[in-house]
């Protein structure tokens, strides 16, 4: 089989090396990917907005299987040209999409098949989303309707806060149309967890659970990031929880999207809170998590491949999974998230056996060295026999590089360590 995988960061990365190991797969091809993963994959010269040229490349080059990385492709309709094309697709259609795509879909749809998540209320206009914080308890949070990259969410401590949050949103257009609706949610209280499915209508097969650190620094302090560091699996989140998450919340979100006329096919990603209720929904993704994939993918068994095909064919996969824990630290260019400076020459990590080096930020120079290029740089993964043993082990091998230019946050994991004491 060829695969081709479309996107260029550390998820598209770890997604090509599982695909390579295949034992179905002749050929990975990314696009455009990034010069860090040329080890396992064939690069095309492809953006992932040049949609016709990826469908004529899939046509002419026989494509067996395609699976999207990121979102903005998704709901701008890119699995859409694909399946029209007579290409198969691990990937929703611009139409199941907007569940990432417009917060307002996805609360809707919760609210009609009461899929238990914060309460909320929307607006289109300044005056009253203001009035609505004077009455509304804080902390509250605020969020742009559509696709902000990773920047449309306020977790407002304050009501002056919530109020510049709104006037950024609803009269400055700060995320241009993304924000022409804004969502006013409750604050909710517990562990967070990422729970990913991979669907297709009402076959829901869910992957073992993770945990991200959203924030820039340790102690989740400053800004928030599109991910510092996961690990998985999650010990403080209890089984019970998960069961409830799939039963509640993942199952009836595909029924749901069934029912309403768009089924959903590829990776329905949950962000979950466990409340005092239980598992309550923060978002829906509609793609594999980043950088939830490069700790969960390396625990899994199965032929990553051969399971896509069974879920697409409407069969149950076995899916196996490595009793090893999984931790994995982004390093990021100082800066990050505002501004970063590129160019910062990386270590060669060759001789680091054990490590799992997914690329996402890097340029090659001419004497073939990857240099830093964007915000996160890579994440440097470990496996371990226990949770403890996979953060001192990452963490042991990345002090060995620290560099002036990157840095990582040095707690990736340590928070399931603590729930756990
Ligand atoms: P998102 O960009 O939707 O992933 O949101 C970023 C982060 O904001 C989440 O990972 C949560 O930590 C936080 N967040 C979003 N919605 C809520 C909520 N309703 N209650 C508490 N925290 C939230
Ligand atoms: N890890 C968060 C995301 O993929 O959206």
Redesign the pocket.
């Given at each position: 089989m060829r695969v081709l995988v479309v996107g260029r960061g550390g998820r598209e990365h770890a997604l090509c090396e599982k695909i390579a190991m295949s034992q179905h797969v002749d050929e990975v091809y990314v696009a455009p990917g990034n010069p860090g993963m040329e080890g396992v994959a064939t690069r095309l010269p492809y953006a992932e907005e040049d949609h016709r040229k990826l469908v004529e490349f899939a046509q002419t080059q026989g494509i067996d299987l395609v699976i999207i990385g990121p979102e903005k492709p998704l709901v701008e309709g890119l699995a859409d040209r694909f399946v029209q094309a007579g290409i198969r697709v691990f990937a929703p259609s611009q139409r199941a999409a907007q569940i990432e795509g417009s917060k307002s879909f996805a609360k809707n749809l919760m609210m009609k098949y009461q899929i238990p998540t914060?309460s909320y209320a929307s607006f289109r206009e300044l005056e009253p989303a203001l009035d609505y914080i004077e009455r509304s308890p804080i902390p509250i949070?605020i969020?742009a309707d559509g696709l902000a990259g990773?920047k449309g969410?306020i977790?407002a401590q304050t009501k002056d806060e919530a109020r510049e949050a709104l006037c950024h949103m609803l009269r400055d257009r700060k995320y241009g149309q993304a924000c022409s609706t804004v969502i006013i949610?409750?604050?909710?209280e517990g562990e967070?967890f990422s729970l990913m499915a991979l669907v297709h209508e009402g076959l829901v097969i869910c992957l073992d659970i993770a945990q991200d650190h959203?924030r820039a620094y340790d102690g989740d302090q400053g800004p928030?990031t599109g991910g510092m560091g996961a690990y998985s699996p999650v010990p403080q989140i209890p089984h019970e929880a998960v069961n409830q998450a799939i039963k509640r919340i993942l199952e009836p979100t595909a029924q749901a999207l069934v029912l309403e006329g768009t089924p959903f096919t590829g990776v329905l990603y949950a962000?979950l809170?466990l409340t005092a209720e239980g598992p309550k929904v923060?978002?829906f993704n509609a793609r594999f998590g980043d950088p939830e994939t490069q700790v969960i993918l390396p625990r899994l068994e199965s032929d990553l491949v051969e399971v896509l095909l069974d879920v697409l064919e409407g069969r149950t996969p076995e899916l196996k999974w490595s009793p090893q824990a999984m931790v994995g630290v982004v390093v990021a260019s100082k800066g990050y998230p505002n501004g970063c400076t590129n160019g910062v020459v990386l270590p060669s990590y060759d001789a680091e056996r054990g490590l799992h080096i997914y690329y996402s930020g890097v340029s090659r120079d001419d004497e073939g060295q990857l240099l830093s290029e964007g915000g996160r740089v890579y994440l440097a993964g470990s496996l371990g026999g226990s949770l403890e043993e996979a953060i001192d082990k990452v963490y042991d091998r990345l002090d060995k590089h620290q560099q002036p230019g990157l840095f990582y946050r040095r707690d990736i994991g340590r928070r399931a360590m603590q729930a756990l004491r």
């Open positions: 914060a949070v969020k990773g969410v977790v949610e409750e604050f909710l967070e959203k928030n962000g809170m923060i978002e």
